[in-house]
């Protein structure tokens, strides 16, 4: 079995002890390094086995700084991070449109096999991911891009760029203004609860349309809308009444 050598970064000893103890036993391929409880103390560590250092689990607000911090002070990682973090629904949002790992805590012992599993797998990460989830946990405002994970790598499309989403039984097919369409590995109600407070809206059972794309309603029995590029998408009865005070607030 490889081992995948790892680091722990946390300012509680107890959360260390017990991320310990749960992958001794129950991820013996996971093998700890090192472990440190301050930003100072794990730049340390990460500088001392950077050429086998395989994954780094970093907890975010710790003594003398915070993980990202500690990030900027390295080149570009070669090695995965799982996040850890006691944050917000907030923060989870901006995991989630950033496409990272993360776990909350106190960590959950299936969400750490979920978490390994993604890490086998192979799951793409870059410093884009990682800038544009620093960058929305700092400005806590509405999101502007939003991480696509695909088959080959992850895409940071902007908002204002994407006309509608399609489902496609466990995939979504995301169409953009310049007639591009990207396959996502996620399914569309993942994209319905991300997106919800940005403007767009679930208009049946398999689309989702940005709201500022629409070109007119077109009216018929539950309804049907034409958006800026063309593409005409039936509204579901069930959606009618809930997309017509949306269009016109008013």
């Not at 570009?76 to 995991?95: L, S």
């Not at 349309?209 to 629409?214: G, H, M, P, T």
């Not at 049907?224 to 069930?238: K, M, N, Y």
């Amino acid at each position: 079995m490889n081992k995948i050598n790892a680091i722990i970064i946390d300012d509680e000893p107890a959360c260390i002890e017990l991320l310990s103890l749960m992958l001794e036993k129950y991820h013996p391929e996971v093998n700890v390094l090192a472990r440190a409880d301050s930003m100072a103390s794990g730049l340390r560590e990460i500088q001392r086995h950077e050429d086998t250092l395989a994954l780094l689990f970093l907890d975010i607000q710790m003594q003398g700084g915070d993980g990202f911090s500690l990030l900027q002070q390295l080149d570009v990682p070669r090695f995965k991070i799982i996040f850890i973090t006691a944050f917000d629904q907030f923060a989870i949002r901006a995991f989630k449109f950033s496409a990272l790992d993360y776990l909350l805590k106190p960590v959950d012992r299936d969400e750490l096999a979920q978490a390994i599993r993604k890490l086998k797998a192979g799951s793409p990460e870059n410093t884009a991911a990682l800038g544009n989830l620093q960058a929305g946990l700092k400005q806590q405002k509405p999101f502007d891009k939003l991480a696509v994970a695909t088959h080959t790598d992850i895409r940071f499309i902007a908002l204002a760029g994407i006309s509608c989403m399609e489902s496609d039984n466990n995939y979504t097919s995301i169409y953009l203004d310049d007639g591009t369409r990207l396959v996502a590995s996620k399914n569309i109600g993942h994209y319905e609860a991300l997106l919800e407070d940005s403007g767009f809206m679930r208009v049946s059972n398999t689309n989702i349309v940005n709201l500022k794309k629409v070109l007119r309603f077109i009216k018929s029995k539950s309804g049907t809308l034409e958006l800026e590029d063309g593409r005409l998408i039936q509204v579901s009865s069930a959606k009618k009444e809930k997309l017509l005070r949306m269009l016109d607030p008013a």
